[in-house]
């Protein structure tokens, strides 16, 4: 069969990867791709929210299932308009995706459901948001333990964690008067922030049957110590010892079930990838947050110890037919994910520079780069993005997997390349 990857960052050369290793798939196109897409599979030269023409290359090439990777086509309704032409998609459909498209929608169903979360007030504009804060909080200066979001889609980077009331204030200000991120500043919400441990737990469904995957972990802070803005995610691995086996039948049971089965209730039954980015709390887990497709760069380190066929998970998610199949098989090995990033990320940066020593990662064993803002000119690997590779590596243990990916980020080079150096390190220390 053919398949068709939506999409163009790490998470999509990451499924593109591993779909393209299925004995079920003779070819993988990726639209529109990145240099280590075009490297891997074939890249398509049409826009990811270009739907009309997606669906024409799809008819025309006898594309078996479309695969979305990223959450923009998902908001705007992409698996509905396929839905409609009578061709096979993996992801939920506009209504379910509101689950990230509008952390108002995703909180709400999350108190209705009694899933344990977060405190939370929904606000419409700047005034009444900083007057709430204002009121609450007497000391400028003092611990303000409130965490600031901006409602609609905003690439990982749409959430503000504040620790006096003068960055609360600031917070308020970017999102909502200067609008920073847009109209996903439309509406905010102002959170009481969680301590603990970030976990995050990836599951599939039909919409009855949930399969539920390894737990990992990714680094959102720019910096070393989780310091800095926060951005896309600067690394992650899988899996997590944040998350023990009981945390994770508890969660299965009051996190990911109850938040199927009340989608349903609504009417708006869930298919695809539900991802739950959890605070290990010492009142036990809490949702920070849904998403609605693979983590980036959870995906990557996640897709390396993937052992089963992804092409039959995916299609019994879209057949409805996920009790059918066999438990998934796991490599046992920990591995871990890097992310290389541009000089200025996550706020402005240079693109157009030339990337070398790829080819002899290439060459490194249990050593995968997957691609994120990256092109392909003249035979030319260059940046493309703010995130710009993730770099995975697999090993025995925590410490080897790590060992590995730096290894492997010493060798690649371009003008301002810089990284998180503590990825994984939690783990780690954990274990020591």
């Given at each position: ?91 939920p459909n506009q209504e379910a995706a509101q689950m ?280 030319k690997v260059l940046t493309n993005g703010g995130r710009v590779l993730g770099v995975t590596a697999t090993g ?37």
């Amino acid at each position: 069969m053919k398949i068709l990857v939506i999409g163009s960052g790490g998470r999509e050369h990451a499924l593109a990867w591993k779909i393209s290793q299925s004995p079920r798939v003779d070819q993988v196109f990726v639209a529109p791709g990145n240099a280590g897409t075009a490297r891997d599979v074939e890249n398509i030269a049409i826009a990811e929210t270009d739907f009309e023409q997606l669906i024409e290359f799809v008819k025309k090439n006898d594309v078996s299932i479309t695969v979305v990777g990223p959450e923009a086509p998902l908001s705007a309704g992409i698996v509905d308009v396929f839905e409609k032409e009578g061709l096979k998609i993996f992801g939920p459909n506009q209504e379910a995706a509101q689950m990230e498209s509008s952390k108002v929608y995703c909180k709400d169903l999350l108190r209705k459901a009694d899933i344990p979360t977060a405190d939370y007030q929904v606000f419409h504009d700047a005034e009444s948001a900083s007057h709430f804060v204002q009121n609450r909080y007497a000391d400028d200066a003092g611990d303000v333990p409130l965490v600031i979001k901006a409602d609609g889609l905003a690439a990982g980077k749409g959430v503000v964690v504040c620790h006096n009331k003068i960055e609360a204030i600031e917070a308020i200000d970017q999102i909502a008067r200067q609008k920073v991120f847009g109209e996903a500043g439309s509406q905010i919400l102002i959170e009481e922030r969680l301590d603990g441990e970030e976990a995050s737990v990836l599951a599939i469904t039909d919409g009855k049957t949930i399969v539920t995957l390894p737990a990992a972990q990714d680094h959102k802070p720019a910096f070393d110590g989780d310091k800095g803005p926060n951005t896309g995610g600067m690394g992650a691995y899988c899996p997590t010892p944040s998350v023990s086996d009981e945390q994770m039948n508890w969660i299965e049971e009051h996190v990911l079930v109850p938040t199927v089965h009340s989608m349903k209730i609504e009417g708006c039954r869930f298919k695809g990838l539900l991802y739950a980015g959890l605070m290990m709390t010492r009142q036990g887990p809490k949702v920070l947050e849904y998403n609605v497709r693979f983590g980036d760069p959870e995906c990557q380190p996640l897709l390396t110890r993937l052992k089963s066929d992804i092409v039959d998970l995916i299609e019994a998610t879209i057949d409805g037919t996920l009790d059918q199949i066999e438990p998934l098989q796991w490599d046992t090995r920990p591995s871990i994910c890097v992310v290389m990033a541009s000089e200025g990320y996550p706020g402005s940066y240079k693109k157009g520079l030339e990337i070398s020593g790829l080819d002899e990662v290439e060459k490194m064993e249990d050593v995968k780069v997957f691609h994120a803002g990256t092109k392909l000119v003249n035979g030319k690997v260059l940046t493309n993005g703010g995130r710009v590779l993730g770099v995975t590596a697999t090993g025995n243990s925590v410490s080897a997997a790590k060992l590995l990916a730096y290894t492997a980020v010493q060798k690649i080079r371009w003008p301002g390349v810089w990284c998180r150096k503590d990825i994984a390190d939690k783990a780690i220390y954990q274990k020591s």
